[in-house]
């Protein structure tokens, strides 16, 4: 008998959705672009005609040409607070991940932060940043601190879940393999934690930017936040939707990058997801 | 051509003598396993069936050294070995692979513990790809592999940590039937091969007398063993003997013994369902 022959198999399950490319996307982007298109008309209809102040209520059509005319000044304002952003960001998944990674590893750490991890979130955050204006004063640092406060406990959270997710039976398994415990912990808790933390990454970063807004309103010198203060004081309304849709489409856009980092980090991550899509579908 | 059934000249690879594990079960002792007497030989093949609830996995999980017996002693290649674990391999029913590794670096998990170079271990798991009927797949995940692929892909990975016993707990309990006959008779032809030690576990006596040298009839809880039936059917074997007189009749008697065993530990459940209910508690599973 040959005994290279191996048994016979179901052949390779195909992976491909059975659309083309550019009708998955249409059928991914149409749907939000109309509702915002018609949303968008709607408002500059229903302005134009009841004759609202356009300084209390400006139409799309004036916040457009504020973008326009101001585009310079918006553009370093946006500068600031992306710094912020991006800065408060970092540290909070630097801290974040360490912090998760100790609390799984060691239960007297878990014993003495945990605690203290839930608490945190308890304080709100804009009772503190005055404080942290008197400590450290108008410039970066608060406000990447108010940003980072805000994102490092999904982030924590999040972690600590996955790194517990693995089933004692894998555990067994490694062991039965001679694994001994940093070994269970590098290749196999670390790993699983992946899609958890993107998970809570993603929450982080779209709050990241309301944190970096929070800190500028308290007491700064530049930034998106500090622009929307200043202008609705002299109630540059426009300008101030200007700021709103530049803070969103920020936060999007960071959202977007976080998904699709975790597109190339974990590809097998994705394999299972649509894998499972594609069961659910047919 | 017949093996020799037992090799008295070199001792067993794996010999349990009087191994019982006594668990606690809200205040009630359970027996679980009960003086086990078992021996498996050097290139042997062995099989245990037995009810549901017979303690199988305990005693995978004793041997593996992932739990210790409560009495009794297991002896590896005529040794006690107290620290056990890792030395003996071990396939459960869920195939367990990594999700986030490829198939190839799933393989070669063990080695890699081992401290092995990786590029050195997937040399050598690119050697037995082919038969293990994984060839092409090495850069696939696991999620995109089918039942029977996978199932392989964790015999490889056993197969590769190259320990002195493979136990393989239900391996093909899972799959559906025809797979699971081309997985059987994929296993004779590897294990011929391969000569590997190894001790199964099934819930099929098909599979059991189509496989093993000798097979292990254990009773409902507390497990003991209550039959033990060489099998001496020719090799190599294919699935065609399963019709044949000689293997008709082992198989009778084997499923007679354990229908014995099946009603028993049907009252027995119902035992306990009885009592569970009596005290409010959760029904014990």
């Known amino acids: 008998m040959d005994v290279n022959r191996p048994p016979p198999t179901n052949s390779r399950i195909d992976v491909s959705l059975g659309q083309t490319r550019p009708l998955a996307m249409a059928r991914d982007w149409l749907p939000p672009a109309g509702i ?24 799309p059509t004036d916040i457009g040409s504020a973008m326009a005319s101001s585009w310079e000044l918006l553009l370093k304002h946006t500068w600031v607070t992306f710094q912020e952003v991006a800065l408060g960001f970092a540290v909070s998944l630097i801290v974040g991940i360490g912090l998760a990674l100790a609390i799984a590893y060691s239960k007297v750490v878990e014993r003495g932060m945990y605690p203290f991890v839930i608490a945190s979130q308890t304080i709100p955050i804009i009772a503190i940043a005055p404080l942290l204006l008197i400590w450290f004063g108008y410039g970066l640092v608060p406000k990447v601190i108010v940003v980072a406060l805000i994102c490092f406990f999904p982030i924590v959270v999040n972690m600590v879940d996955g790194l517990r997710s693995v089933e004692p039976e894998m555990l067994n398994m490694m062991r039965t393999l001679g694994a001994v415990r940093w070994q269970l912990f590098t290749k196999v ?13 993603k929450i982080a970063i779209a709050v990241s930017v309301i944190g970096a807004v929070i800190g500028e309103w308290v007491g700064a010198s530049a930034g998106l936040g500090y622009f929307m203060v200043r202008s609705a004081s002299q109630f540059l309304t426009a300008r101030v ?6 803070l969103s489409v920020m936060g999007v856009l960071l959202f977007a990058a976080v998904a699709i980092s975790e597109r190339y980090i974990l590809p097998w991550y994705h394999t299972e997801k ?5 069961a659910r579908e047919s | 051509m017949e093996r020799p059934q037992v090799q008295y000249s070199s001792p067993p690879k794996i010999e349990l003598k009087g191994v019982s594990k006594h668990f606690s079960m809200n205040g009630r002792p359970l027996h679980v396993l009960e003086k086990i007497d078992l021996c498996v030989g050097d290139g042997d ?3 245990i069936i037995g ?8 005693l995978f999980n004793i041997i593996s050294g992932l739990e210790e017996p409560t009495e009794g002693t297991i002896l590896v290649d005529g040794q006690e070995m107290p620290h056990r674990l ?13 999700p986030w590794r490829t198939i190839l670096d799933n393989a070669i998990l063990g080695l890699e513990i081992q401290g092995v170079r990786k590029s050195i271990a997937r040399k050598e798991a690119l050697r037995l790809l082919e038969e293990f009927g994984l060839r092409g797949f090495e850069t696939s ?17 056993t197969v590769l940590a190259d320990k002195k016993v493979m136990l393989l707990d239900e391996p093909f309990g899972a799959l559906d039937a025809l797979t699971r006959t081309s997985m059987q008779e994929w296993l004779l032809r590897i294990w011929d091969v391969l000569r590997k030690t190894i001790l199964f576990i099934t819930h099929d006596v098909d599979e059991a007398v189509l496989l093993s040298n000798r097979v292990y009839v254990l009773t409902a809880r507390p497990g003991r063993v209550k039959l033990v039936k060489d099998i001496r059917l020719p090799r190599p074997r294919t699935y065609d003997m399963v019709t044949s007189a000689a293997f008709v009749e082992l198989k009778g008697e084997l499923l007679e013994a354990i229908k014995e065993e099946r009603i028993r530990a049907l009252d027995e459940e119902s035992l306990w369902v009885a009592r569970a209910s009596e005290h409010g508690g959760r029904k014990w599973t």
């Open chain 2, 141 to 157: 995940y696991p999620a995109s592999l089918s039942g029977g692929m996978k199932q392989r892909a964790a015999l490889l990975r």
């Open chain 1, 36 to 59: 915002i298109l018609t949303a968008l008309i709607l408002w500059e209809v229903v302005a134009r005609a009841t004759r609202v102040p356009r300084w209390l209520l400006p139409t």
């Open chain 2, 86 to 98: 890792g030395s003996v391999g071990y396939m459960p029913q869920k195939d367990l692979l990594l």
């Open chain 2, 51 to 58: 009810p549901s609830g017979c303690g199988k996995s305990t």
């Open chain 1, 189 to 201: 808790q670390i790993p699983a934690s992946l899609p958890f933390l993107f998970s809570g990454t």
């Open chain 1, 241 to 246: 939707f200007a700021a709103i849709f530049i």
């Open chain 1, 274 to 278: 649509r894998q499972k899509a594609m």
């Open chain 2, 45 to 47: 093949f062995v099989s």
